[in-house]
């Protein structure tokens, strides 16, 4: 994941800092610090806490706790512009207002920008004249070098169940932001209704620009950039939906990450010192912390940074095991080197690499406890079971990815890292026989019309097993989706058992999984005639099911769901490798690269029209030109860049395995462009099913 | 500037020189009295405010009556009126401005006017904080804002204009001797203070103190009381005068004193003012005496004839009196080291080489080898200069130096030279007297290109401004729309044809704001004009707030949804249900999806009843059902709860798709009712809340398997399911016996596996064995390998004998140890008996 050479994605976060820092030094002397709980995310990604008091903040609190107490005069809001926390705060004001002899001067900076609304509810609660409102414009955060999220949790809900388009709007801006540094995308292609809204956006964005006083100069079509393809997740939903098989991807299904952070066990993490990147803990909350040390769970930032992660996040999680092991064997060869240092400087050699050894040590045994985590999750009887419906086959095949037996034992902080070495050093012996991944042959049943009922009774069986919710509906969702609705019988008979083991609340989840067209009956869908991604006419066309997957040494980006290529990434796919994608749907293999001269000079669609009406939502394909003269000046300055960068952003969020298969995509085509990933926010099946359950 | 000599008007004071420019003179007639008036004069060259001091005018009336109606001039630095703003609002005690030439209008009871375009429009805003019952008694200004003094020795800041925040000071009172007043005051501009808010120096009693925001310092200095305090430009020195009329300076943080002077005229005549000129000088202005203080204390003395106002600037001060207007300020280095006497820089023997050729004289080479070396700088020199001078003469004389300097070297950029040129041409235009602007090449920079062309527009010197900016290529889009706005306002032509002169100037150009131009259209209550003019508008999301103050709603609505900007929708919404009856306000959004979204999805979390009677009107009664079920869901108590789960169940038993939802919301009350019967027999136990699965799950882990029973045939609970409930919660409760008798039965819907499997992870294999061998529909190699799991090889063994899978037992041999180990053998010898 190299940092795109076009693109310097660090520059945000340093532009963030400094904003933000500009911004608290604009409130004289001490200062209270009141959050909105889901920026602690966001602002830890770029802040450490210990910056924060060096620019006077004494204490922060959590919007929805309250202030507590009322030792500083300042008080310093920083919250997401919602109506929400608009009256939570006239709520503080107010109460504050009735503290006899208390006199505070508050700052409200609203993220990512003030808005007439928030203004509007102060002023109606009538605390406008008692606040200094600024705005905070935090768009985009760059998770990776190659990715930038804007980190709107709520983005998929609002935009396909509440219809808020919100959440395109600031996507928009984000995107803007970029072309404002680095000139227009000269073309935006996408698929969707709503990624068509975001090219709107952009593009009428791009005019009031040109209408506005801010700049001198129209915008140019950018020497760096290639196109902007926009993905919207409603063209495909069943990706997410599916068991996410990468690392990265089965650590966010198991745990759950939260802005590139991880919450684990201390005992897992290992010595603390390590770990101070937490951020903004809230002082009440962290004042406790030391107390409890064995149950306390500290959070941990997976990120390129980490040399082994880097290495380990996109494979598919079969291989882990191997890999660890691998690592473990060559660490400890390293550390062999002591035994044989003889000399005084043979020794000081090996104690100058000690210092890296222990990193790279202490990063191994994050990622061994991690894995082993995991797999508690991996071999449960019920996910398996989740597993076997996926893939149409039948039980007892663990996925396994340490041979059984030599598993290891569970790590405690006391033992020292010799006790990881020697444990991943058994494990390795032989090559793990159990972890037999078949391709989801589900989809692929479904798709050709297979009588899906052969997996019910496992789906009911779940159900009655007390499964998590979430992963029985992401079951039937799959199902209505590929099998193109679901019958009527059976719908109804799902429901029922959905509400008498989960509650009958699970009403309005079931009617909101049907807003969202995540679950329809065949009947309603053929009455309302709404068009819908059809994976009966895809599956062959597209060449979504690979049956024959090599995790070692994948060729295909099926690898990411062992077996099943993303939808959406096969769109990409459609516009930036078109001779490859060509070949596989004409399925004349072997031909990559003749025709390549042909057709990639079309770009965009161009040969896959018809593939594309078998997915839902409008299809785009927009130029943006410049001046002519300007153009050519910028070319002449900047010379003729031939390696583009290439930016695919997803409207409603992106899975850990389509960042995998872009990344995979994008080291073969390393020679002729590179990809700069963009969302609305990292998402998966189950914070889909939850954003129904809200 | 009649003088053609360069070192006209100059002094020399200490080793450095000054020099006194006239930029304008015969401001007023001579009967004008100046001394009458408070006059305050805009930063860099910019225009002076008169306000007839009240003090004085109750003592002299001998003015006529057309006097008496109060008002507030606005001049020029030349003189020529600009602006006369007529005022009524009570007494003034704060007058003054900002840099970007707003005018700022202080009254006693603390309202301040801001205004922003030398035009008459202002802004209103209060000091609040006690303001208006202690009553403002003085005000200081600096670029951005100002501080207010009230009459209870509180201060109070406003650092901004376009949102000012009046914040109070730290209360110096306490510090303040009872009996003591405060002498004088001054302010340090936020930017020159350490921790860049503005600090206030306070003159009490012998003492000075430092008041900011947080806290008061007391500099403990014996030599008071002063009368005045003044610091300089650039915040590093502040001047003191004393009662006995001596001036000191000191540096700002109160450490060292530099200089001292006497004004030799002790306590009886006190200076009137005292101001600093740039950063080195201090001068002290009497009725018609001018003292300027050096840097050593040495002083030059002027006499007028009458009285001079002193407007301090950031490199010298202007003095202002009837018959002129002059600059004084230290002579720039460049331009001393030109034409001081006796100069003998390489730029001054430069500017004498083109006096000889224009003389023809041949030593104009003889003075180029002389310097030859020195050359570029010597055109630097000269480029500098001639931006200092006033003169165009010397201007010229200078640039044509430098000129011959340049052709002369071999390489050299002209950019700096070219660029003096353009910046001259500009300056010369603003100081005309027409215009009146005197501003100095350094305020210049300082003030920068784009708010000297603000300054000429609000001057209407639309004309000079596009020229100027089209000169210095400048945006021109704010010139074009304020000249628009002035066309909209003042002309008398009717309106399509202002309409056509605006559109068919103004389109085309970058820029154009025509949303700002309707405002003043509608503002001026030129309405047709205004919506002529708005339809111009490029951004959608521009036109919304003046639509709406139009009345112009339904339009407003659209153009908001058009501008994708969700904040603006919901913002249009947020007014237009508070303006229109709800019925208008639904029909409305109703066929307009973006708005109706927002309306619900904001509407979900804060107004459930606005929810349920937009469902209502729209006939969506699935909906509206759930918006009840939701509110059910969150109520605590259950008698309100039953009932608004009924009232959801009757809403949606009346569409045909809502059969199965409606009949769930009545199992649902079922469910609820029966749990509170639970809850009742069976004490310490909650039920309610609980799903039907965890509600048999609860009863047969407490083993109230008939109540269970009871729920099971109640829901109609299929056999399948309730055997894994049952199964589940007898493992939970452990409870082995009851699983194995109940594991004698025939047949079992879910097949005796999970029995097996459960019974194995709950760490019982005795029981788990049990159900080995009723698994019977699963190949042999299978339950061998369960028997293995339960640690019973032997067994194991008996079923591969049965199968007679002799590769099966020699696995099996070899994992076996003891007394399995012979069992496993013989089976193995009876399969093969021969061996």
């Given at each position: 994941m ?9 520059h945000?976060?340093?532009a ?11 409130v ?11 920026l ?9 806490f ?24 300042n ?7 919602n ?9 503080h ?7 006899p ?18 203004e ?32 709107l ?20 801006r ?5 072309q404002r ?13 709503c990624a068509?809204?975001?090219?709107d ?6 005019s ?11 915008l140019?079509p ?12 409603e063209s495909?939903?069943v990706?997410p ?6 690392y ?26 390590q770990?101070?990147?937490?951020g ?18 500290r ?23 191997n890999l ?15 035994h044989?240092a003889?000399?005084?400087s ?7 690499k ?17 894995a ?5 999750h ?6 398996n ?6 893939q ?12 059984i037996?030599?598993?290891?034992q569970?790590l405690t ?5 010799s ?33 899906p ?15 998590p919710?979430?992963?029985v509906l ?16 059976d ?10 083991a ?6 309005l989840?079931?009617?909101a ?19 819908r991604?059809?994976?009966?006419n ?12 090599n995790e ?20 990409v796919?459609c ?6 994608m060509?070949?596989t ?11 390549a001269g042909v057709n ?12 594309l ?6 299809t785009?394909?927009e130029?943006q ?12 300055l900047?010379?003729q ?8 952003f997803?409207v ?8 995998a ?12 462009r ?21 | 500037?009649?003088?053609d ?17 006239l ?5 007023w007639?001579a ?6 008036y408070?006059?305050?004069?805009a930063?860099y060259?910019?225009a ?8 004085k005018?109750?003592l002299q009336?001998r003015?006529g ?13 030349a003189g020529k ?8 609002k ?7 401005w900002s ?19 030398l035009?008459?429009d202002f ?19 600096w670029?951005?804002?100002f501080?207010?003094?009230l009459?209870?020795n ?19 009172s ?20 350490l ?18 925001a947080?806290?008061v ?5 014996q ?8 610091v ?13 009329g ?16 006497d ?14 000129c740039?950063?080195?000088s ?14 050593r204390g040495?002083?030059l ?7 001079v106002?002193l ?12 018959e ?7 002579v ?7 034409f ?26 003889d ?6 070396s ?27 130096a ?34 009146g602007l ?11 290109p784009e ?11 639309h004309?000079?401004?596009l020229r ?18 002035m ?6 032509d ?21 949303e ?18 708005l ?15 139009m009345?112009?709603d ?7 949804i058009?501008s ?36 619900e ?9 606005l ?5 209502y ?32 169940a ?13 009949k769930?919301?009545d ?17 310490g ?13 609860k ?12 729920v ?11 055997w ?22 025939k ?8 029995f097996f ?8 294999t ?6 080995i ?8 190699a ?9 640690g ?24 076996a ?19």
């Amino acid at each position: 994941m190299a940092p795109p050479s076009g693109i310097d994605t660090s520059h945000i976060k340093a532009a963030a800092q400094k904003d933000f820092f500009e911004l608290l030094l604009g409130v004289r002397g001490k200062k209270v610090l009141v959050l909105d709980k889901s920026l602690s995310g966001p602002l830890g990604s770029f802040l450490k806490f210990s910056a924060l008091q060096e620019h006077g903040v004494d204490k922060i609190f959590w919007l929805e706790d309250g202030v507590a107490d009322a030792t500083q005069k300042n008080i310093v809001f920083l919250v997401r512009c919602n109506s929400k926390n608009a009256y939570a705060i006239a709520e503080h004001v107010k109460k504050n207002s009735k503290i006899p002899g208390q006199d505070f001067e508050y700052t409200v900076l609203f993220v990512p920008r003030r808005t007439l609304v928030c203004e509007k509810i102060l002023e109606d609660e009538g605390v406008l004249g008692d606040v200094t409102i600024g705005e905070f414009p935090l768009h985009f955060l760059a998770l990776e070098p190659d990715l930038l999220s804007l980190e709107l949790d709520d983005s998929f809900e609002e935009l396909y169940l509440r219809k808020d388009y919100t959440s395109i709007f600031y996507s928009a801006r984000a995107l803007m932001s970029i072309q404002r540094r680095y000139g227009l995308f000269p073309r935006i292609i996408g698929k969707g209704d709503c990624a068509r809204r975001l090219a709107d956006a952009l593009i009428r964005m791009r005019s009031e620009e040109d209408a506005s006083d801010s700049n001198l100069f129209a915008l140019t079509p950018s020497s760096i950039l290639g196109e902007l393809i926009v993905v919207d997740r409603e063209s495909d939903m069943v990706t997410p939906l599916l068991t996410q098989l990468t690392y990265e991807g089965l650590i966010d299904e198991t745990i759950g990450i939260h802005n590139s952070k991880v919450e684990l066990d201390a005992a897992l993490v290992g010595p603390p010192q390590q770990q101070q990147q937490g951020g903004t803990q809230p002082s009440s909350s962290s004042a406790a912390a030391p107390a409890s040390s064995q149950k306390q769970k500290r959070p941990v930032v997976l990120s390129s940074e980490d040399k082994l992660f880097e290495n380990l996040r996109d494979t598919n999680f079969a291989i882990v095991g191997n890999l660890l092991n691998k690592v473990a064997r060559r660490l400890n060869d390293d550390y062999e080197v002591r035994h044989q240092a003889k000399t005084v400087s043979e020794i000081r050699e090996f104690v100058s690499k000690l210092g890296g050894l222990q990193q790279e040590h202490q990063s191994l045994r994050l990622h061994t406890g991690l894995a082993e985590e995991i797999m508690k999750h991996t071999r449960s009887d019920i996910f398996n079971k989740i597993l076997e419906v996926q893939q149409s086959r039948p039980p007892q095949l663990y996925l396994n990815i340490f041979p059984i037996g030599a598993s290891p034992q569970p790590l405690t902080s006391a033992k020292f890292w010799s006790q990881t070495v020697e444990n991943l050093l058994q494990w390795g012996i032989k090559e793990p026989r159990d972890n037999i991944l078949t391709p989801p042959r589900w989809i692929a049943d479904l798709a050709a019309g297979v009588d899906p009922s052969s997996q019910h009774d496992a789906i009911e069986e779940l159900i009655a097993r007390n499964a998590p919710v979430e992963a029985v509906l992401r079951l039937i969702c799959i199902e209505s989706l590929v099998g193109q609705g679901l019958k009527p019988k059976d719908l109804e008979n799902f429901k029922r058992e959905i509400l008498q083991a989960y509650g009958y609340h699970h009403v309005l989840t079931l009617d909101a999984l049907e807003k969202l067209q995540l679950l329809q009956s065949r009947t309603t869908i053929v009455a309302s005639g709404v068009a819908r991604t059809s994976y009966s006419n895809l599956r062959k066309v597209l060449k979504l099911i690979v049956d024959e997957v090599n995790e070692h040494n994948p060729d295909d980006i099926a690898y990411v769901y062992s077996g099943y290529a993303p939808l959406s990434i096969r769109l990409v796919q459609c516009i930036i490798q078109k001779p490859l994608m060509t070949a596989t749907t004409k399925g004349r293999r072997g031909e990559d690269g003749l025709n390549a001269g042909v057709n990639a000079g079309a770009g965009g669609w161009r040969g896959f029209e018809d593939v594309l009406k078998s997915i839902k939502g409008k299809t785009f394909d927009e130029f943006q030109r410049g001046e002519d003269k300007a153009l050519r000046a910028r070319n002449i300055l900047n010379g003729q860049n031939e390696k583009k960068v290439t930016v695919v952003f997803f409207v409603g969020g992106c899975t850990f395995t389509e960042i995998a298969a872009l990344r995979f995509i994008g080291k073969r085509e390393e020679g002729r462009r590179q990809i700069l990933i963009g969302t609305t926010a990292i998402i998966n099946g189950n914070k889909m099913m939850r954003a129904a359950m809200a | 500037m009649t003088t053609d000599s360069a070192t006209a008007g100059w002094e020399q004071v200490e080793d450095k020189y000054y020099r006194k420019i006239l930029l304008y003179s015969t401001l007023w007639d001579a009967d004008f009295d100046l001394s009458d008036y408070i006059v305050a004069g805009a930063p860099y060259g910019g225009a002076l405010a008169l306000y007839r001091d009240e003090s004085k005018l109750q003592l002299q009336t001998r003015r006529g009556p057309q006097n008496a109606k109060s008002s507030i001039d606005i001049y020029s630095s030349a003189g020529k009126l600009i602006r006369q703003i007529s005022w009524d609002k009570g007494s003034i005690r704060g007058l003054g401005w900002s840099e970007d030439e707003k005018l700022l209008v202080i009254t006693e009871d603390g309202n301040v006017r801001c205004y922003f375009d030398l035009q008459g429009d202002f802004t209103q805003f209060s000091l609040g904080n006690g303001a208006e019952e202690a009553g403002v008694k003085e005000c200081r200004f600096w670029s951005t804002g100002f501080v207010a003094l009230l009459s209870n020795n509180r201060l109070i800041a406003v650092s901004r204009y376009d949102e000012p925040r009046p914040r109070l000071l730290a209360d110096p009172s306490s510090l303040i001797q009872p009996g003591e007043t405060i002498h004088a005051w001054a302010l340090v501009p936020p930017s020159y203070t350490l921790s860049r808010h503005v600090e206030v120096f306070v003159s009490t009693g012998t003492t000075i103190l430092i008041v900011d925001a947080t806290e008061v310092q007391d500099q403990m200095l014996q030599n008071g009381p002063f009368v005045h305090i003044s610091v300089s430009p650039n915040g590093k020195y502040v001047s003191l005068c004393t009662l006995q009329g001596k001036v000191w300076v000191i540096k700002s943080d109160f450490q060292d004193k530099l200089s001292e002077y006497d004004t030799e005229m002790g306590a009886e005549a006190l200076p009137r003012a005292m101001e600093w000129c740039g950063n080195d000088s201090v001068v002290l202005a009497w009725a018609d005496e001018v003292h300027m203080i050096g840097p050593r204390g040495a002083a030059l003395r002027h006499y007028y004839d009458s009285w001079v106002h002193l407007i301090p600037e950031m490199d010298g001060i202007r003095m202002v009196s009837v018959e002129k207007c002059e600059f004084l300020q230290k002579v720039p280095d460049a331009t001393e080291d030109i034409f001081k006497i006796g100069a003998t820089s390489p730029a001054s023997i430069l500017l004498d080489a083109v006096d000889q050729i224009e003389r023809k004289s041949p030593k104009a080479d003889d003075n180029i080898q002389l310097i030859r070396s020195q050359l570029p700088e010597a055109v630097d020199a000269c480029v500098k200069a001639a931006g200092h001078e006033f003169s165009v003469r010397w201007q010229k004389q200078l640039l044509k130096a430098a000129s011959f300097g340049k052709s002369v070297l071999e390489l050299y950029s002209s950019d700096e030279f070219v660029e003096m040129c353009e910046t001259l041409r500009v300056l010369n235009a603003v100081r005309f007297y027409e215009v009146g602007l005197a501003i100095t090449y350094e305020q210049f920079i300082r003030l920068t290109p784009e708010k000297l062309i603000q300054r000429l527009v609000n001057r209407q010197q639309h004309l000079l401004a596009l020229r100027v900016s089209e000169y210095l290529r400048l945006p021109t889009d704010r010139i074009y729309i304020h000249w628009a706005c002035m066309k909209v306002r003042l002309s008398k032509d009717d309106e399509d044809s202002i309409c056509r002169m605006v559109v068919m100037k103004l389109t085309g150009k970058r820029g154009i704001s025509f949303e700002e131009i309707a405002r003043t259209a509608y503002d001026e209550g030129r309405g047709k004009l205004a919506t002529q003019l708005l339809n111009y508008e490029p951004r959608a999301g521009r036109q919304v707030p003046l639509l709406l103050s139009m009345e112009e709603d339904e339009i407003a609505l659209d153009k908001a949804i058009e501008s994708g900007d969700t904040d603006l929708v919901f913002y249009v919404l947020l007014i237009l249900k508070k303006k229109l009856p709800l019925a208008n306000f639904f029909r409305m959004i109703n066929d307009r999806p973006v708005a109706s979204s927002l309306i619900e999805s904001s509407a979900r979390e804060s107004d459930t009843g606005l929810l349920r009677d937009f469902y209502y009107q729209d006939d969506r009664r699935a909906d509206g059902a759930h918006v009840i079920l939701r509110e059910s869901l969150e109520q605590k108590d259950l008698a309100i709860k039953m009932e608004k789960l009924k009232l959801a169940a009757k809403l949606l038993a009346d569409s045909k798709e809502h059969v199965l939802e409606a009949k769930a919301l009545d199992e649902s009350a079922k469910l609820l009712q029966m749990q509170e019967v639970f809850e009742k027999d069976l004490q310490g136990e909650r039920f309610v809340g609980d799903s039907v699965n965890e509600t048999v799950f609860k009863l047969i882990r407490m083993g109230y398997s008939s109540r269970a029973n009871k729920v099971k045939s109640e829901f109609k609970i299929p056999e399948k399911r309730f055997w894994w409930l049952k199964l589940r919660a007898l493992v939970a409760k452990r409870d082995w016996g009851e699983i194995e008798e109940w594991g004698r039965t025939k047949k079992s819907p879910i097949g005796w596996e999970p029995f097996f499997n459960e019974c194995l992870s709950a760490g019982n294999t005795k029981a788990a064995s049990i159900f080995i061998p009723k698994c019977t529909n699963l190949p042999p190699a299978d339950r061998m390998d369960m028997w293995v799991r339960c640690g019973l090889i032997v067994k194991a063994g008996e079923e591969a004998f049965r199968a007679k899978d002799v590769n099966a037992l020699e696995i099996l041999q070899a994992k076996a140890t003891g007394a399995p180990a012979l069992e496993i053998d013989r089976l193995l010898k009876q399969l093969r008996p021969n061996k």
